[in-house]
């Protein structure tokens, strides 16, 4: 089961951290994927990280303001957003997935199995 958190209301150029809590499994077996939904629009590819956090990938929408790690002893993800803009504004997913990657599987909704509910992240003045 996962649990994301730490959404919220933020003022453009903000920052928040989201949280993705996961029970009932081995946590470090895990790679991770975030993805957003905005109003009105397609789920799409936030981040992925591996397993043992040595590899990440970002969209290129949010390369250089966001940033995906993990605490494995803690069971948990995170995704940092930092300089956030308007368009950031959509409900966050975490989801994983314990098979191997690949460059054409990380960012794609198929590739992973578990998800979970969704924080809601609005970016306005």
């Known amino acids: 089961q996962l649990q994301a958190s730490g959404g919220g209301l933020v003022q453009p150029g903000g920052s928040l951290r989201l949280s993705c809590a996961a029970s009932?499994?081995?946590?470090?077996?895990?790679?991770m994927g975030w993805f957003r939904q905005a109003p009105g629009k397609e789920r799409e590819f936030v981040a992925f990280?591996?397993?043992?956090?040595?590899?990440?990938y970002y969209a290129d929408s949010v390369k250089g303001r966001f940033t995906c790690s993990r605490d494995n002893a803690k069971n948990t993800a995170y995704l940092q957003m930092n300089s956030l803009k308007p368009e950031d504004t959509a409900v966050y997913y975490c989801?994983?997935?314990?098979?191997?990657?690949?460059?054409?599987?990380?960012?794609?909704?198929?590739?992973?199995?578990?998800w979970g509910q969704g924080t809601e992240v609005t970016v306005s003045s």
């Open positions: 989801a994983a997935e314990t098979s191997s990657w690949s460059s054409n599987s990380y960012y794609r909704e198929s590739f992973y199995d578990y």
């Open positions: 009932g499994r081995t946590f470090s077996a895990y790679h």
């Open positions: 990280i591996n397993w043992n956090g040595r590899s990440t």
